[in-house]
């Protein structure tokens, strides 16, 4: 290793100065991640063959990516480049020159992407995060890009509806993105509720501009023109391969997809992200049941008081993140056919000092058709290589790679792992008896499980919190097979101390709440002797 890190100036010697030297760092280090994931630029890039083939094994080694599980999923960094095991600075020099041709900008639509000096808080319950996000929009000057899935015509939809009413009439830009159809089912049998359509139409009338992502597809030759047309509009093929990968998953599949994305981007500084929709079950203003002196940050931990409201949460985001996520916006705003805009100019990316805080941000997206599911791939390295302390909350356990890789793993490394999930208040049909049919053995191996069900609650939070390297993962991805590779998902890693900490003590009043389970008999030993086991497979590619 040491001598692996001496060699750094002799690395850096072979890379040309000022901006092509960043630019070409960024391509190796986005290249490395990618290809440690298990993609491959091939189909996708020309003159990427050369460096697939000649680097695949090294860099699909299971001792490079512990290696990178070390460092918290991702690599940042030329310097953790050169510690690679088996990677040696002229093995590097080789690649950076074999990669100099590659399409950057589709290497950066698919490997993580990282932003350092942000600030970000997190909140849990829906009191906090309405809250939260009512004095953000009201803070909006320049622009609000909303993306989310559900948005109902509730109270607390109503709320936040006004508030960007407010800020079209301050003379703020306004696009939401929502899959008017999926919301349009409603919730507790109530359909009124799903009714966004009223909240578009005063939107629209006071200038918003909204997108109906239930429409996420085009029909082949409908594509076919489309495409033409939005590339002589100036739309980059970075972009437009994107959807090409999504027709190619629909015609082979004949499902449909969904954006299951949740996130906001203020002005070009602020973001918030989480796994919560608009709408009462989730940004409800109820009072919660606090537990006394239970705080972070002086806002009160505890649960939601009725059992129609839902656990769960986001993050505030202040600083550079915001930029790689209003990319995303942008991308699924032009394929729907939106107006164009240009993410680079002053007005969306505004000239501010960007250094907001301490932590370093990474963006994990996923898409249908997706050539490699970062996120995926990121939580099953996170359990194969634990070794400290990882906490995983998620609503539905229901992937199969993820429970065969959780079966894999041996007790060195399982006593690390704990997962908190709402096993027997659960909205998902089957996400009970693909636990019990998968849990038996990682169980037995030492993995922990706790069951936030005997609060009476649902808990819809979806994050990860990882010791070692005292990271934290947050986004809309469930553990489930929709997730890993039929709908649009995101979800952002961060790195540092003070927030891991707090993440960590609000997971520990989760867990603390929750049942402990302490019998290995609560799981499945022969999982083929129970009929639930079966309604599980046949039904979970698709629910």
């Known amino acids: 290793m040491d001598n692996l890190h001496s060699s750094r100036n002799s ?19 986005d290249y490395v991640n990618y290809h440690i994931s298990g993609g491959s630029l091939t189909p996708l890039t020309a003159g990427a063959e050369e460096a697939d083939s000649r680097f695949a094994a ?35 020099s080789q690649l950076a020159g074999a990669i100099s041709g590659l399409d950057s900008g589709k290497l950066r639509v698919l490997a993580p992407q990282t932003t350092r000096h942000n600030r970000v808080d997190p909140y849990v319950n829906g009191p906090q995060c309405l809250d939260m ?13 909303l993306s989310v899935m559900l948005f109902f015509n509730d109270q607390s939809g109503n709320r936040i509806a006004s508030e960007l009413l407010q800020a079209l009439e301050r003379g703020v830009e306004v696009r939401v993105m929502v899959n008017y159809t999926v919301t349009a089912l409603g919730y507790g ?6 009714q966004f359509s009223r909240i578009a139409g005063r939107l629209e009338r006071a200038g918003a501009r909204l997108l109906d992502t239930f429409h996420s597809y085009y029909a082949a030759e409908e594509w076919a023109v489309k495409r033409k047309v939005l590339k ?10 994107l959807q090409d990968k999504v027709q190619e998953d629909v015609e082979l599949t004949g499902l449909n997809v969904i954006d299951h994305r949740k996130f906001m981007v203020i002005d070009g500084t602020t973001a918030i992200i989480g796994s919560l929709n608009i709408g009462d079950q989730y940004t409800y203003a109820t009072p919660i049941q606090e537990a006394p002196g239970q705080q972070v940050d002086g806002r009160p931990l505890g649960i939601p008081a009725k059992e129609e409201e839902w656990h769960d949460g986001c993050f505030r985001i202040q600083g550079a993140a915001a930029q790689p996520l209003n990319a995303v916006f942008q991308s699924r705003w032009l394929l729907l056919g939106g107006d164009h805009f240009d993410i680079g ?58 429970w065969d890789r959780l079966g894999e793993v041996g007790p060195e490394r399982a006593c690390h792992i704990s997962i908190c999930n709402p096993l027997e208040v659960n909205d998902h049909p089957t996400n009970k008896a693909a636990v ?14 706790y069951d936030y069900s005997s609060t009476e609650r649902f808990s819809h939070w979806k994050i990860t919190y990882d010791r070692r390297s005292q990271a934290v993962f947050h986004g809309s991805y469930n553990i489930n097979e929709r997730s890993a590779c039929h709908d649009f998902e ?3 890693l961060v790195k540092g101390r003070s927030l891991a900490e707090k993440v960590k003590r609000m997971i520990d009043y989760d867990l603390s709440v929750s049942r402990r389970i302490s019998d290995k008999h609560e799981f499945f030993k022969h999982p083929w002797l129970h009929p639930s086991t079966y309604l599980n497979k046949a039904t979970q590619n698709y629910t």
């Open 133 to 145: 996000l009512l004095g953000e929009i009201r803070k909006a000057e320049r622009y609000i890009h």
């Open 490 to 492: 995101l979800g952002m």
């Open 58 to 92: 090294v860099l699909k080694s299971s001792d490079i990516r512990a290696y990178r599980q070390e460092c918290g999923g991702v690599l940042t960094e030329v310097q953790q480049l050169e510690q690679l095991p088996g990677v040696s600075p002229e093995m590097l």
């Open 345 to 402: 100019a002053p007005f969306y990316r505004p000239a501010v000092n960007y250094a907001f805080g301490e932590e370093e941000c990474t963006l994990f997206v996923s898409f249908p058709g997706n050539p490699v599911n970062l996120i995926q791939q990121y939580l099953l390295d996170l359990i194969t290589y634990a070794a400290d302390e990882t906490l995983i909350l998620n609503p539905y356990l229901i992937d199969q790679a993820f």
């Open 436 to 449: 019990r049919s998968n849990m038996y053995v990682p169980f037995s191996n030492g993995v922990s499980f």
């Open 232 to 241: 002589s509009q100036g739309v980059p093929e970075s972009i437009l391969f």
């Open 11 to 29: 690395y850096s010697s072979q890379i040309p100065a000022g901006e092509r030297e960043e630019h070409v760092q960024q391509d190796l280090i």
């Open 189 to 194: 049998n109530n359909l009124e509720v799903g």
